[in-house]
T-cell receptor, first 106, second 116 residues
Framework: GIQVEQSPPDLILQEGANSTLRCNFS?????LQWFHQNPWGQLINLFY???GTKQNGRLSATTVATERYSLLYISSSQTTDSGVYFC????????FGTGTRLKVLA | NAGVMQNPRHLVRRRGQEARLRCSPMKGHSHVYWYRQLPEEGLKFMVY????????ESGMPKERFSAEFPKEGPSILRIQQVVRGDSAAYFCASSPPDRAAYNEQFFGPGTRLTVL
């Protein structure tokens, strides 16, 4: 089955810093999404991005499907960005990556 | 347009009891997926349903777990004779009726099940 790996596993940032999160997937996929799971456990949909580039405020994402990776960029990080970021890929059966645990310090 | 709704949001059961988790998909969506998140882990696929049909239940434990999505009403995930290892967050997602393999899934807020 599809393997989804994320890096780094943990990240600590000072408020205002920028970061890049990476997702590698082992096979071609029809769907790819990025989620933020906040400290209360809610899953927040950030991007549906099986290919190409999208931007939403301070966040942007790029997926290069032919090379089987996706990147999530967070600029000017805020404490509310803390939580776990999941890359999710697959067909209808979504495979969740191992996650990047982000902590933003005030 | 309301999002995916799940209830209850928190459920406490004693060992041996039954747990029923409900999921109402987004309006117009006819595909429902259930995922389970054990503590400190990512979500794992359990089952994919369309109205009155189970399409893929390869992630469901073989015993005690069942799911349905009737013609009318919400999808139900049922866990019989719960054990402590069933304690987890259960998330439901839905997608539009066409080409499920190429569609974004929209997730609900989850039901947090605690088994005492």
């Amino acid at each position: 089955g599809i393997q989804v790996e994320q890096s780094p596993p943990d990240l600590i940032l000072q408020e205002g810093a920028n970061s890049t999160l990476r997702c590698n997937f082992s096979d071609s996929v029809n769907n790819l999404q990025w989620f933020h799971q906040n400290p209360w456990g809610q899953l927040i949909n950030l991007f549906y991005i099986p290919s190409g580039t999208k931007q939403n405020g301070r966040l942007s994402a790029t997926t290069v499907a032919t090379e089987r990776y996706s990147l999530l960029y967070i600029s000017s990080s805020q404490t509310t960005d803390s939580g776990v970021y999941f890359c999710v890929a697959g067909t209808y059966k979504y495979i969740f990556g191992t996650g990047t645990r982000l902590k933003v310090l005030a | 347009n309301a999002g995916v709704m799940q209830n209850p949001r928190h459920l406490v059961r004693r060992r041996g009891q039954e747990a029923r988790l409900r999921c109402s998909p987004m309006k117009g969506h006819s595909h429902v997926y259930w995922y389970r998140q054990l503590p400190e882990e990512g979500l794992k696929f359990m089952v994919y349903l369309q109205k009155e049909n189970i399409i893929d239940e390869s992630g469901m434990p073989k015993e005690r777990f069942s799911a349905e999505f009737p013609k009318e009403g919400p999808s139900i995930l049922r866990i019989q004779q719960v054990v402590r290892g069933d304690s987890a967050a259960y998330f439901c997602a839905s997608s539009p009726p066409d080409r499920a393999a190429y569609n974004e899934q929209f997730f609900g807020p989850g039901t947090r099940l605690t088994v005492l």
